[in-house]
């Protein structure tokens, strides 16, 4: 088992990056922007920076936190974006030995109203996703499913259904996004609204299929306003779902996406530099010592 995570809420440069994932004892960055770009997005000679930094530094990239068919790209939208981003990508894993990527399914289509249309083209996302998975298995790499705002996000029965049409398809678990989803596995309450996940029931249903994990946690608040909090401060299940994990052997990837001074996808929630690189070091601190504790659970219980 080794520890990394999303360094671009420590820094937005990769030397700082670098410094804090040392600072916390790692040896891996999940890499997902750059100095505001995203890794597989960057220029040629901008990558070929990054490869220099990287040199030497003891610290490597063990995925590309990619925005390849995330909740930004919509299904109906040409596929060659997405094409052309894995095309980027697959040349750029080679040459720093990246073997995962983080991929999803695209956004959830919605009407006029903001609700989720009954039709979510479901065929076509398995085709693509299918085409994708081809692409980065060929290249002998390995594209993970991230539990995202994505077609597989809408909770795990949609889950399911993905892994069904995209055979040996492989996941990344994220432990916090459950608790911000509506659970379109369950029927809507009478004005239209849903609960939201249970991250351990999705954590169960799919757990065979996991090959990495994301440490997010979060609450709904009595304002019914969703925050994030400290990891095993919400309701992700954070503690539940490492012991199991390591009762069955997991010996992965535990990335922090942490989601405290800066959101990736809320430009609202920003931190200063000073003020992300804390609560970065702070969240790595407390993922190392929930993960100490959920080993000893394990241990002890075996006797």
């Excluded at 520890?3 to 990769?14: I, S, V």
């Excluded at 040629?44 to 040199?55: K, S, T, W």
């Excluded at 809507?188 to 990495?212: C, H, L, M, T, V």
């Excluded at 490492?242 to 010996?251: H, K, N, Q, T, W």
């Amino acid at each position: 088992m080794y520890f990394t995570g999303f360094a671009d809420e420590a820094a937005h440069a990769l030397a700082d990056q670098i410094a804090v994932t040392k600072e916390l004892g790692w040896t891996n960055i999940e890499s997902r922007k750059i100095d505001g770009t995203m890794i597989h997005d960057l220029s040629d000679e901008a990558f070929d920076r990054v490869c220099g930094q990287l040199a030497g530094s003891g610290v490597a990239i063990n995925c590309f936190g990619s925005a390849i068919a995330n909740w930004g790209t919509q299904i109906d939208q040409p596929f060659a974006t997405t094409l052309d981003q894995t095309k980027r990508a697959i040349p750029r894993m080679q040459r720093l030995g990246t073997k995962l990527v983080r991929i999803m399914s695209f956004a959830v289509r919605k009407g006029a109203d903001g609700r989720a249309l009954d039709d979510q083209m479901e065929d076509e996302r398995f085709r693509r996703l299918r085409e994708l998975h081809a692409m980065f298995t060929g290249a002998g790499l390995l594209p993970v499913h991230e539990n995202c705002m994505n077609f597989g996000g809408m909770g795990w029965t949609y889950t399911r259904k993905m892994l069904d049409h995209v055979p040996g398809l492989k996941l990344v678990f994220d432990t916090g996004n459950p608790t911000h989803s509506d659970d379109f596995s369950v029927l809507a309450r009478a004005d239209g609204s849903r609960p939201k996940q249970s991250s351990w029931e999705f954590y169960r249903n799919i757990r065979e299929q996991i090959a990495y994990v994301h440490i997010k946690d979060g609450k709904v608040g009595a304002d019914g306003k969703h925050v994030h909090t400290w990891p095993g401060e919400g309701d992700g299940d954070v503690r539940r779902v490492l012991v199991d994990l390591f009762s069955r052997g997991y010996d992965g990837g535990i990335s922090i996406e942490p989601h405290i001074a800066t959101v990736f996808h809320d430009p609202a929630v920003t931190g200063t530099e000073a003020k992300m690189r804390a609560s970065y070091l702070e969240y790595g601190r407390r993922t190392i010592r929930l993960v100490g504790e959920a080993k000893a659970q394990v241990s002890a219980a075996r006797g």
